[in-house]
């Protein structure tokens, strides 16, 4: 399938080039940036921050306008536009029949447009159903959550099934990489933890609720559990880890309950053969020192959710640590995945 990739200088852009390299499915046939990006060669346009040689193929490549005209020759794009831009841009390629798999937040909350994360809630893709960007249905808009509330979402589900959740407390220390270039002055991080993120925190609690809603028709039934974050900026590169303490609504009566939810859970999507999907999902760390991540982002192509600390907890029932890489896992890796699901569904064709 031919893509077009938007906001393709951007970091997220750049991480979605990364990683479409000798894909199996989908090739990049157009990359869209700003008007002053627009019309130069690639290479000219882009500061290239991925720590890989920029590809030879994508060096020549002429940046277009992120205008749903000058992209009628690819079957969808991914979007890595930031928020203040994205809102637009994104409903005009959908209403010009042209599917968006998004990582901007702008469309997260809308009840019609899935927050996919495919091996939790693979049904949610149904709400495409409900969107009305044409008449014939054929442009549509997927988001992929916060960066953050992926791997909370992924952590908790296990949890969720077998026990229920009443309320969660939870710190979050996000790597650098997500603050995006030029991101954190190093004068800033360096030797140090910035104990607030703008705009992080109000998210976490409303994007895992719909993630781990029930789908009932075509509509959303949301849990209801509160969510206290507090996110921090932390001197690490890659990979995002939250220290997590749940109140559950029937806790289990010993650890290895609390730990077979994990062992025992099965994946949805684990008979899909999709590219992106990791063999393994969770990593349940039993030594006490891990997961860290310098040592564990990069597991199962930077796809893996680390889990570890998982105790009975003296406040609430339970408490862990979660990890996952976040520019893959957290962003554009995640959306390609959802892309890959969304082939294997029919909505892509």
Sequence with gaps: MKVGILGATGAVGQKFIRLLQGHPWFEIEALGASERSADK????????????????????MTVRNCKPAEFGDVDFVFSGLDSSVAG?????????GIPVISNAKNYRQDPTVPLLIPEINPDHT?????????????????????????PLAISLKPLYDAFGIQALILTTMQAVSGAGYPGVASLDILGNVI???SGEEPKVGPETRKILSTLEGTTLAKPHFPVQATATRVPTIN????????KLEDPPSNFEELKAAYTNW????GDLDLPFSPKK???????????QPRLHADAENGMQLHLGRLRKAEVFDVSFVAMAHNTIRGAAGGAILNAELLVKKGFLK
């Design 239 to 246: 990979g995002h880890m939250i220290s997590v303490t749940a």
């Design 281 to 291: 999902l969770y990593k349940l760390h039993e030594e006490e020192q891990y997961p």
């Design 195 to 197: 104990p607030f993120i």
């Design 88 to 96: 637009e841009i994104e409903k005009a390629f959908a209403s010009a």
């Design 126 to 150: 149904e709400l495409i159903k409900k969107q009305t960007f044409t008449k014939d249905g054929s442009g549509w808009i997927v988001t992929n959550p916060n960066c953050v509330a992926v």
């Design 266 to 269: 099965k994946n949805p999507i």
């Design 41 to 60: 060669k690639y290479k000219d346009a882009a500061n290239w921050i991925e720590d890989v040689v920029l590809p030879e193929s994508i060096k020549e």
